[in-house]
């Protein structure tokens, strides 16, 4: 993903961590395009993934300094997407017309069916974000989609 950063926060899993995190950024009015904790492997430190847009390489050094001033942090790291496994989850409901539109949903192995309903069909897309982008775009031109949500980026450093 071109111009992208992700930053991984580790901290202890504390009330307030996370606003006071999102805070720094706000103070340096820099935009979270996405955002996502996770738990991790020790117990009581959570994982804080942070995905920002259009940012100079120069302002991305500030901002760790300044998170890594918080008390509860105990380590930042700013990686790229050559050097991390990204994996994004869409859920998406579209409008079910016919048999015809499950049997042309099925056939697509990027997806896999959660539920069936006389209305409509829901299901979930598991993949990068750059693959996720292009399965959702074939998916608006084949299919009405009736909601659609994303969630932020699983990220492990390779």
């Not at 117990?43 to 760790?64: A, F, M, P, R, Y």
């Amino acid at each position: 993903m071109k111009n992208c950063h992700i930053i991984l926060i580790f901290a202890q899993d504390e009330k307030g961590v996370i606003e006071r995190i999102a805070m720094s950024f706000r103070r340096k009015m820099y935009n979270i395009s996405q955002i996502s904790t996770s738990d991790t492997e020790k117990e009581g430190i959570k994982k804080i993934t942070v995905e920002l847009d259009n940012l100079e390489d120069d302002k991305i050094s500030k901002i760790l300094k300044q998170i890594n001033k918080i008390i509860e942090v105990i380590d930042v790291v700013h990686i790229t997407y050559d050097k991390a496994i990204v994996i994004k989850v869409a859920l998406v409901k579209i409008k079910n017309n016919d048999d015809y539109t499950l049997n042309k949903l099925q056939k697509m192995q990027e997806i896999e069916v959660l539920n069936v309903s006389r209305n409509n069909i829901i299901f979930r897309v598991i993949q990068n974000p750059e693959e996720l982008k292009k399965i959702l775009e074939k998916i608006s031109k084949n299919f009405i989609i009736n909601e659609i949500t994303t969630s932020g980026a699983v990220v492990m450093e390779k």
